[in-house]
């Protein structure tokens, strides 16, 4: 006991000098040189949002002026040339359609497989969690291939025997989906088993099927995170580059990433530097909005998976 | 119980089935193409076996590929953890967190193509960054060149996936409780190390399923390189090859006639690389389990 009233701080001994030298790196220095770098990082991601923007506005030979030079004149003709010349508006499109329908596959899918796994809690259960954990480890680079050949192969057959036409990007939303799912019901299994089931329980002892119970209880319930985890599938599908690059040959019917990508090929003959940066505000300005509406329930959603 | 048990199972099968059939059966398929040479429908396969992956091994850009991917992987990961840890030191009693988490987390949700195109402008010859530095008198850079352009990737990348990490472990910095700190504090424990006793072995667990997941991420890495490289006529120097970009060169075979066999094998090879490299993050990040 009375080593206990010792450490009380009022009948500590006078600090040595080395202590205090301690403490004013461990508490003081050390802490607000780290602070000091946070506001840096914070100050620089601004900045870099403020200078893209800026850059966006101005002409190309206000641009190649200084790159921290305030535009001489707004400079509106540079979303023109993004827009129309290099096919942003089109791709615009492609990706809204993209993004939504593998939403309702990958949602559609995992939902209920998310459920079901989640309220199971046998071996199969743990094995079919295991199972799908294992692809979130498997890299897209392994299917490209395969996937590629089978979308191929596909497009030539319907073509050759049933439709007559095909779009190679139903292909992509269709394999993009798959290889979306395993995270998608990794995350939601999580989710799903911190709920409680009493709710669920005493449904049931109403008589109500587990298909009533999940779409009348536990979607009403879960909705909140349900949305947010879709929308952080949505901003993967957004920025998804590699697989449209594999999967869709012509660069007319590619996603908006793909377009910003060509476009930045094609700088060096048109040096259109201004339009550049209008296409990067047109692929980021979007996802901005987003994280300013929902940016709290975005970081919640993504830290779901890694904390159950 | 097994009526409700039979009705799940309805459930569950339908995406077992797609992730199955569309995710998992491809992959075999193609660990199936790595073994032959072959360049599409309507061309002949020709079996070689492991011939492909041979060649990958022995190829001096393959190699360099599988370097450069390494040096990303764990000096990237030096520089992440670096920044979240010093995060988790100070941020939980900073003024403006949830501020800060929000914008520091933002370029991770940004297309890395966007992120590439803005930094490489930035960085270019007659570009922000040398401009800033003949303000303070020091000689411009070529940050593009072949020599830079790697070191500039690896540094977007870490700062643009950083945030991600940021937010994973400051969520389990949150569910330590207070008083910890307190008792700590009056123990004469300054900050700095207290970070080192308590905050630490508290996240340990989610600090090694950041690692799992950086380094499954850092394999995979592909947008950002081509986004930084793009203007170069030659297409991406060999410096900054990592094992995607090599993989979708091979793919964009300049003869027309891409041999799928061996740009499968790399897909099969980043699989097993990214399985031996978590299960060695994991054995590295292994501790006894703390519980409050």
Known sequence: ?308 | MTSRKGGLRAFIWPAVLVYTLLFVVPAIYGAAISLFDWSGIGTKATFRGFGNYLFILTDDAFRQSFINTLVLAVSGGILIFLAAFCCMAVLRQMKGRGFIRSVVYLPNIISPIAIGAALSFALDSRGALNQVLSWIGLPPQSWLGPDLVFRCIIAGLAWSAAGFYVILLMSAVDGIPEDLYEAASLEGVTKVQAFRMITLPLSWDVFATCAVLWVIGSLKVFEIVLAFTGSANSGVPLSARTVAIQQYMAFNDPSGLPHLGVVSAIGVLMFLLSLVLVGLTRRLTRREALEL
Do not use: C
């Open chain 1, 1 to 308: 006991m009375t080593s206990h009233i010792a450490h009380t701080p009022w009948h500590r001994p006078p600090e040595s000098w080395g202590r205090k030298v301690s403490r004013l790196f461990g508490d003081h220095i050390v802490p607000s040189a780290i602070k000091a770098g946070i506001w840096l990082w914070v100050a620089f991601n601004l900045g870099l949002l403020a200078w893209v923007l800026m850059t966006s506005l101005k002409s190309t030979r206000d641009i190649l002026l200084g790159p921290f030079a305030l535009p001489t004149h707004i400079e509106w003709e540079n979303y023109v040339t993004a827009w129309d010349t290099a096919g942003f508006g089109q791709a615009t499109l492609v990706t809204l359609i993209f993004v939504f329908s593998s939403l309702v596959l990958v949602m559609g899918f995992s939902l209920p497989a998310a459920y079901g796994l989640a309220r199971r809690m046998d071996r199969t259960a743990s094995t079919l969690t295991a199972y799908f954990a294992m692809g979130i480890a498997l890299p897209m680079q392994t299917v490209l291939i395969p996937y590629f050949v089978v979308n191929t192969s596909v497009g030539q057959f319907m073509t050759d025997w049933v439709t007559g036409a095909w779009d190679p990007r139903i292909g992509l939303v269709v394999f993009y989906s798959a290889t979306a799912i395993p995270w998608t019901v990794f995350v939601l299994t999580a989710y799903f088993r911190s709920l409680p089931s009493s709710l669920e329980e005493a449904a049931q002892l109403d008589g109500a099927g587990p298909w009533l119970i999940f779409r009348k209880i536990m979607l009403p319930v879960a909705r909140g995170p349900v949305t947010t985890i879709a929308i952080i599938t949505g901003l993967g599908a957004w920025n998804e580059t590699l697989l449209v690059l594999f999967l869709v040959p012509d660069g007319a019917q590619r996603t908006l990433p793909a377009a910003l990508l060509n476009m930045y090929y094609g700088l060096q003959y048109t040096s259109n530097w201004g339009a550049l940066f209008a296409g990067v505000v047109l692929l980021v300005g979007p996802i901005v909005a987003v994280f300013l509406w929902l940016g709290r329930r975005i970081i919640e959603g993504a830290t779901l998976g890694a904390n159950k």
